[in-house]
T-cell receptor
Framework: DTGVSQNPRHKITKRGQNVTFRCDPI?????LYWYRQTLGQGPEFLTYFQNEAQLEKSRLLSDRFSAERPKGSFSTLEIQRTEQGDSAMYLC?????????????FGQGTRLTVV | DQQVKQNSPSLSVQEGRISILNCDYT??????FLWYKKYPAEGPTFLISISSIKDKNEDGRFTVFLNKSAKHLSLHIVPSQPGDSAVYFC?????????????FGTGTKLQVIP
């Protein structure tokens, strides 16, 4: 297991287009997070899953954003009708809840640029 | 509502000296705290953590101190090395109490000067 994997690493899209990102978490990790990070800010929480259940979505997440984790393994984050303000680094993290050590491990991120 | 705060956006330290990064939190439900290091164009990398039942955790050159009464934690790096130059994020979560997400501070950019 090589850790959390995110694809693609970079995405450039025209405003108004839809984009989809994929995250493959560490095997057996039951929790999966999506964060967004812009320059000079810490990772901003978007949503997270416990197994296949989406437990919380940030108030900042508009209806254009949707995330799924259909089988409790990989997850996708889709942004519809992208706007320039969506340009950011999108980070996925996975975590094993219930153990003694519960650090979240991050992927390399997907850099989205909306032009 | 910024529940995890890092009030120093940047810090410069001479190589070999101690780096002290500070973090404050407001949510008393938090019982597990983490530090992450981030290089440009990469995802954050876990560095060290501490449970609220402890007040200190040490891992090589890195030590995290937790003051629960003050809702404050700090990361000490001794001795600092140029490769430590990165952005450091403090994060907190609640192991007990069900479904608490990991919440991050805004980061402190550390520059270690050779």
């Amino acid at each position: 297991d090589t850790g959390v994997s995110q694809n693609p690493r970079h995405k450039i899209t025209k405003r108004g287009q839809n984009v989809t990102f994929r995250c493959d978490p560490i095997s057996e990790h039951n929790r999966l997070y999506w964060y967004r990070q812009t320059l000079g800010q810490g990772p901003e929480f978007l949503t997270y899953f416990q197994n296949e259940a989406q437990l919380e979505k940030s108030r900042l997440l508009s209806d254009r954003f949707s995330a799924e984790r259909p089988k409790g393994s990989f997850s996708t984050l889709e942004i519809q009708r992208t706007e320039q303000g969506d340009s950011a680094m999108y980070l996925c993290a996975s975590q094993l809840m219930g153990g003694q050590d519960t650090e979240a491990f991050f992927g390399q991120g997907t850099r989205l640029t909306v032009v | 509502d910024q529940q995890v705060k890092q009030n120093s956006p940047s810090l410069s330290v001479q190589e070999g000296r101690i780096s002290i990064l500070n973090c404050d939190y407001t949510n008393s439900m938090f019982d597990y705290f983490l530090w992450y290091k981030k290089y440009p164009a990469e995802g954050p990398t876990f560095l060290i953590s501490i449970s609220s039942i402890k007040d200190k955790n040490e891992d090589g050159r890195f030590t995290v101190f937790l003051n629960k009464s003050a809702k404050h934690l700090s990361l000490h790096i001794v001795p600092s090395q140029p490769g430590d130059s990165a952005v450091y994020f403090c994060a907190a979560t609640a192991n007990s109490g069900g479904y608490q997400k990991v919440t991050f501070g805004t980061g402190t950019k550390l520059q270690v000067i050779p």
